[in-house]
């Protein structure tokens, strides 16, 4: 009978997954997080339940993955800064109603967000980060040339104004 060669199969250390801290999620993440989580649709907020809103914001961050949850809060973000200034297009209202089709989770989401904030402030990077948005499809004011033709205000107290091109302000002329 030949030799048989028996070599022990070690199989390779699997580093686990950082640990997600709430503070470093932005305010629009963690709304997003809650939307996807397991929070109840008629959930009533009572004194204390902090731990319990942030056990369902690391759970909807973990299932979405963090990538998707912080372009998916940028995009929202986009959506809200458009919506703002007037300037929706059907493509932004058909991209949000797919995102989040139940707007009343949507909106709850992001108040119980709001209010996990009180006790767990967020982090100086996810504040920056929570400033950024996405737009779904070119800028609706600009068509993504960032620049825009108007009167610009030069000197306020000569009434003195200025045509000319100039930087967006939706999506602030910035690429």
């Known amino acids: 009978m030949p030799a048989t060669l028996v070599a022990e199969h070690v199989t390779p250390a699997v580093a686990p997954a950082p640990a997600l801290a709430v503070g470093d999620l932005s305010n629009g993440e963690r709304a997003v997080a809650l939307?996807?989580?397991?929070l109840p649709n008629y959930y009533r907020y009572q004194r204390g339940d902090n731990a319990l809103l942030i056990a369902w914001i690391i759970q909807g961050a973990n299932r979405v993955g963090m990538d998707r949850l912080r372009r998916t809060?940028?995009?929202?973000?986009?959506?809200?800064?458009?919506?703002?200034?007037?300037?929706l297009t059907a493509t932004q209202k058909w991209a949000q109603s797919e995102r989040f089709p139940?707007?009343?989770?949507?909106?709850?989401?992001g108040e119980l967000a709001a209010l996990v904030t009180l006790s767990a402030p967020v982090s100086e990077e996810a504040r920056k980060r929570g400033l950024r948005f996405l737009l779904d499809g070119p800028?609706?004011?600009?068509?993504?040339?960032?620049?825009?033709?108007?009167?610009?205000?030069?000197d306020v107290n000569a009434d003195w104004y200025e045509e000319g091109y100039g930087p967006c302000f939706l999506c602030g002329g910035q690429a």
Do not use: H, M, N
């Not at 939307?35 to 397991?38: E, F, K, L, P, Q």
């Not at 995009?75 to 809200?80: E, K, P, Q, S, V």
């Not at 139940?102 to 989401?109: L, N, P, S, W, Y």
């Open 35 to 38: 939307y996807a989580s397991d």
């Open 139 to 154: 800028c609706p004011e600009c068509g993504d040339t960032r620049q825009v033709w108007r009167s610009w205000c030069i």
């Open 102 to 109: 139940d707007t009343k989770r949507e909106r709850r989401a």
């Open 73 to 87: 809060a940028a995009l929202d973000a986009g959506f809200r800064r458009s919506r703002a200034a007037k300037r």
